[in-house]
């Protein structure tokens, strides 16, 4: 029942708003299956959020991602706003307006359209800050994301040598804390897909697929790939087997694909060079990879791939985490 979820779960409160993201009500109310429908369950949730959310703040829902809205689903949401005391801002919806106008049927909710910002607003018809609204967003989900990748370090009883890599830490990060974490999970991926979306469009690039080289990175990869239509694969070490003299696996060429690497946690870059070696026997190339937090600056794997991370882990500890390269002397 959608009553049962905290609005803590399915909303952020800052100071002059309540954000949310649809897709990501979707995904709490009828699971993975169709993520660019808006259905009934998933208004039940908003609707829950206009109800609890103060007349002072605006509701911000970012629809991005949602292509279609079931012909019932907007009923309990209009019935919230008819008395036109709280407003609701659709962003990234505009797209959509046809859809609200429908859907609005016998409800007085006000509706007005602002095309030039790709919004909606519904209720209350005071003035809306567009700019306001997303440098707001900006540096509050800067900051959910610090605190919950910071979060995922764990400390280790004394300082030792981390696998795969010549760095000697104090502790390691753990994205297990995030993965067995339902709402910190579906939060941080829908952070993910919103930069992998805006890595895709400025790199210009298609055929895009996928890939994860852990079991760690896996479910980043999948959700990511049903958030944006985008084929994923997960390789182990060095490719889908487990022995490396088998070498069948790459008799099936795929030219032209551009591989995005999706990852948790980077610190020498090894998974991703396995991941682009890989590729590059099968006749496709990787130049690109995405991940939670990355140790150093993307400067230095420049000449390997272009990485974007969500955080640097230089800073989200604040002190905390110690790594120096190891020195066999």
Not at 102 to 118: D, V
Not at 291 to 311: A, I, Q, R, T
Request: glycine residues 6%; negative net charge; proline residues 2%.
């Amino acid at each position: 029942m959608v009553i049962e979820h905290k609005l803590s779960d399915i909303s952020f409160s800052s100071t002059s708003y309540v954000y949310t993201r649809a897709q990501v009500l979707t995904w709490i109310a009828n699971g993975t299956s169709l993520l660019n429908i808006f259905e009934q369950d998933a208004s039940e949730l908003l609707s829950k959020i206009i109800h609890e959310t103060d007349l002072g703040k605006s509701i911000v829902a970012n629809f991005n991602g949602i292509t279609n809205i079931d012909e019932h689903a907007l009923d309990s949401v209009f019935a919230e706003l008819n008395d036109n005391t709280k407003q609701l801002v659709i962003i990234n919806g505009y797209g959509l307006v046809d859809a609200f106008m429908r859907l609005k049927k016998s409800s007085t909710a006000n509706i007005n359209t602002h095309s030039e910002s790709n919004a909606i607003v519904i209720g209350n018809s005071r003035a809306v800050d567009f700019k306001n609204i997303e440098n707001e967003r900006i540096v509050f989900f800067k900051q959910f994301i610090k605190v919950n990748l910071a979060e995922t370090f764990i400390e280790f009883s004394e300082p030792k040598r981390l696998c795969s890599t010549p760095i000697i830490a104090n502790g390691e990060f753990n994205s297990n804390v995030i993965l067995s974490n339902p709402y910190k999970f579906k939060w941080i991926s829908v952070f993910l897909s919103d930069r992998l979306e805006q890595l895709i469009k400025d790199q210009k690039l298609s055929n895009v697929k996928l890939i994860s080289a852990s079991l760690r990175g896996a479910p980043f990869a999948a959700i990511l790939g049903l958030f944006n239509n985008k084929e994923f694969e997960t390789i182990d070490h060095f490719g889908p087997r487990h022995k490396v003299f088998d070498f069948d696996f790459v008799t099936k060429k795929e030219h032209g694909i551009n591989y995005i690497y999706i990852g948790d946690f980077v610190f020498g870059g090894t998974e991703i060079k396995i991941a682009k070696t890989y590729i590059e026997m099968k006749g496709s190339k990787l130049e690109h990879a995405l991940v939670l937090g990355s140790l150093f600056d993307k400067d230095v794997f420049e000449n390997d791939f272009n990485l974007e991370s969500l955080s640097s882990l230089q800073n989200i500890t604040e002190g905390k985490a110690n790594f120096k390269l190891f020195n066999n002397d």
